[in-house]
């Protein structure tokens, strides 16, 4: 398989974790969005939206994290991301798309060029803004940690679950953006967790050959 992806994209950070997890092997293509290569005609043709990250499977290519990391899922479904329980997977669903649906869209890179060039956004207005969506979600999402009585070490039992997947990419954009993240100590345990495992390290940021 190959990868398209960038090493500080939440969502290709996401995916990444993803297939550690799953201990799949894959081919690094890196796209580098502060140099617009994902505008380029060569990305371009491989995935029309312009937007990591993209999964060439061999036998077609997949956009959208969300569809590439369910397609693991039921691809390789050992280890499983989700629970068995139909009732506890919508619930660790939940916490992913908090995440994936409320934070992330309103503060990914093609939303915050847009408020720089359109509105005149400074670094301290960027930050204010990102702080304000990411807080909202981090509060709903411990408030859940907190509801959970058998939540165990992560966001949902004793292993990483697609929720974790989607929440550890999040903490380090965070990080990126000045959040003061005393505020979610349930949140800081689960990142803790995951952190200690290989796949989370593996596939952080930092670790990437494309990393700056």
């Known amino acids: 398989m190959k990868l398209y992806n960038y090493w500080r994209s939440g969502t290709s950070h996401r995916t990444r974790i993803a297939l550690q997890l799953k201990g799949l092997s894959y081919e690094y293509l890196p796209v580098h969005l502060v140099k617009d290569e994902h505008h380029g005609d060569t990305f371009k043709a ?3 939206q312009q937007l990591v990250p993209a999964l060439d499977t061999g036998h ?6 969300p569809a590439i990391i369910e397609w693991l899922e039921e691809q390789y479904p050992e280890p499983p991301l989700l629970p068995r329980d139909p009732l506890q997977r919508a619930q660790v669903r939940a916490l992913a798309a908090i995440v994936g649906c409320d934070i992330h869209p309103v503060n990914n890179k093609r939303i915050l060029d847009y408020l720089r060039q359109t509105f005149g956004a400074n670094t301290d207005a960027i930050n204010a803004w990102c702080g304000t969506w990411i807080g909202a979600g981090f509060d709903a999402y411990e408030a859940l940690l907190a509801a959970d009585t058998r ?3 992560f966001s949902h039992g004793d292993a990483p679950t697609i929720a974790d997947v989607f929440l550890i990419p999040q903490i380090e954009s965070a990080r990126r953006f000045k959040v003061d993240l005393t505020r979610w100590p349930l949140i800081a345990e689960v990142e803790k967790a995951c952190m200690e495992l290989d796949a989370f390290q593996k596939a952080a940021p930092r670790q990437q050959p494309d990393a700056e």
């Open 151 to 153: 939540r165990g070490r």
């Open 46 to 48: 491989v995935n029309p």
């Open 60 to 65: 077609g290519v997949l956009i959208q994290s």
